[in-house]
């Protein structure tokens, strides 16, 4: 028992530092990190002395994916998801169906074994986008954020989709049964709405709870704990859990600002942005030490035809989502613009072909490879089980490393670089400027002469401002007497961290205070870094 409890925790610290240092490694070639941790972890499962992990489907499923999918919905901004949402299901409803179906029948012309419903398994299976890596690689290499809103809206509602098209081709294999059309369409609405009914009974819950209490430990304990009760509900209630974590996530983000204090608005960044960075860079690390356990399954198979039939299967998905981009982009333009007059423009060839390129497969695919049952209800092994497993780590690889490193000079020959949204920003800043300064006019005069003083100058440092967003600055800085003050209050605030040091060298003062004080330093320091970043 002692002996296994010490493997495993030399397992997770080597893991750690693999990570450390490959993501650091990343930082220095300015590579996205999924890239370079899959092919990190891919070259070092060939040394003895690295960990073999083996990749467990529940351990995926039940803990590292609920904060994962939770995280992302939580920072998808619920305007851009509702306006692009006939889009995001053309891609995260549409293209899962045609994979299933395109896949299911081209994958029989090539390996004869493959009758049709393991190969609509394979094409769930290759369904789903990793939303991941998707927002990592997408953000760093300068997507337009019109293409890159309706990519990571698609990778969350095909999580959900794609699952759940391999829960019904896989049941088909599992039972030789077809089940009839009214039992089909009546467990995948009971899927959909009761996932979504789950999340938002959940999200309302937390709500509340968030609103009835002002302790930012609790509430960031609370949180952490969310994803996972948005997903055990909705898989308790035989729903799609997946869908019911990224509805919770949806609805809650919208909520934060009003629930949330602002010291937990704060503190939850930081401590989803560090579950985030953990949970993601193990999991990609993972997948490529992956690679032994999978060529042993394949084995008996020859290379040529391991090669020739990952090749093949890596064509088809692309293809697929090739041919499917084009068309339902003209469907959703004509739909959006059309029916629910949108004020949209229909997407060009270059930026189709870009979403097209964005298509890529992580960790779960891999854990829904590995995820199929070993037998079929009869006791007969599932067919082609690793041959699944080998062609779907194939995609994972050719779309996350080949797709991901290509997509910058993808884009540079397309001539599509990132859109720099700053109007629309500085009518933002406008309308709370604006707003200030009317609640400042309506105030009354006060007798205090202090008091009047300090109205005064709010009111010329807010009239100085909104001259500055309409004369140009994105920060509302009409000379240099912004930015020579700026400079000047950072010096300041150094020496203030000084005499902090000095203050807690000599133990004059409570560190509590000291902390606090610090606090009240580094908020400042955010708030004054990002000014000058947007300047």
């Known amino acids: 028992m002692g002996s296994a409890i010490h493997g495993t925790e030399g397992t997770l610290l080597a893991l750690v530092v693999l990570v450390a240092l490959l993501a650091a490694f990343a930082q220095r070639l300015k590579t996205p990190y999924p890239i370079v941790l899959v092919l990190g972890g891919l070259v070092l499962s060939f040394f003895p002395r690295v960990p073999h992990v083996s990749l467990n ?29 006939v889009s995001i299901s053309m891609l995260g409803i549409g293209l ?55 990519i990571e809206g698609e990778s969350l509602a095909n999580d959900a989709t794609g699952l759940l098209a391999l829960q019904f081709t896989t049941t088909l294999v599992v039972t030789g049964e077809i089940p009839s059309v009214s039992d089909g369409v009546t467990e995948f609405v009971w899927l959909i709405l009761v996932g979504i009914a789950a999340g938002l009974l959940v999200g309302a819950v937390i709500d509340w709870f968030d609103r009835s209490i002002r302790d930012t430990a609790l509430q960031l304990m609370v949180s952490i704990a969310t994803p996972y009760f948005a997903y055990l ?10 869908l019911a974590t990224v509805t919770c996530g949806l609805y809650l983000g919208r909520k934060r600002s009003d629930s949330f ?6 503190d939850s960044r930081a401590v989803w942005n560090t579950i985030d960075f953990a949970l993601n860079r193990l999991i990609f690390i993972v997948v490529g030490l992956q690679l032994p356990a999978v060529l042993d399954g394949m084995k008996p198979w020859r290379w040529p035809v ?28 004509f739909i959006r613009r059309r029916i629910l007059h949108q004020d949209v423009r229909m997407p060009d060839s270059r930026e189709q072909f870009a979403m097209v390129w964005s298509g890529l ?40 490393v080949g797709q991901g490193l290509s997509l910058p000079w993808v884009l540079r020959k397309l001539k599509i670089g990132e859109d720099t949204d700053e109007t629309e920003e500085r009518a933002a800043r406008q309308a709370l400027l604006a707003a200030a300064l009317r609640a400042l006019k309506t105030m009354p005069a006060s007798e205090d002469e202090t008091e009047a003083q300090a109205a005064d100058l709010l009111k010329r440092y807010y009239r100085q401002r909104l001259q500055g967003l309409k004369a140009g600055d994105i920060n509302g800085n009409t000379t240099n ?39 009240e330093l580094d908020l400042t320091d955010l708030r004054w870094n990002r000014s000058s970043a947007g300047a």
């Open 57 to 85: 489907p529940a351990f995926v499923f039940l803990v590292v994916l609920p904060p994962l999918l939770f995280a992302s919905a939580l920072n998808t901004a619920w305007r851009e998801f509702r306006e692009n949402l």
């Open 96 to 150: 899962v169906a045609f994979t299933v179906a395109g896949v299911a029948v081209a994958s029989h012309f090539f390996i004869p074994d493959f009758d049709w419903r393991v190969g609509a398994v394979l094409g769930a299976v290759l369904s789903t986008t990793d939303a991941i890596a998707v927002s990592a690689i997408a953000r760093r290499v300068g997507l337009p954020h019109q293409i890159l809103e309706v």
């Open 233 to 242: 509900l909705g898989e308790s209630l035989r729903a799609s859990g997946v």
């Open 261 to 266: 204090t602002t010291e937990a608005r704060l």
């Open 306 to 333: 391991l090669i020739g039939g990952a090749g093949f299967v890596c064509a088809v998905v692309i293809g697929l989502r090739l041919l499917w981009m084009f068309p339902s982009s003209a469907i959703s333009y």
């Open 361 to 400: 497969r992580g960790v779960l695919t891999l854990a829904a490879a590995v995820s199929l049952p070993e037998t079929t209800d009869n006791g007969a092994p599932f067919p082609h089980r690793a041959a699944i497993i080998f062609l779907a780590y194939s995609v994972i690889l050719v779309t996350l």
């Open 481 to 519: 007497l912004d930015r020579i003050y700026q400079g000047l209050y950072s010096r300041l605030r150094q020496v203030e961290r000084q005499q902090i040091a000095t203050l807690r060298a000599q133990g004059r003062f409570r560190e509590s205070i000291l902390q606090e004080l610090e606090k």
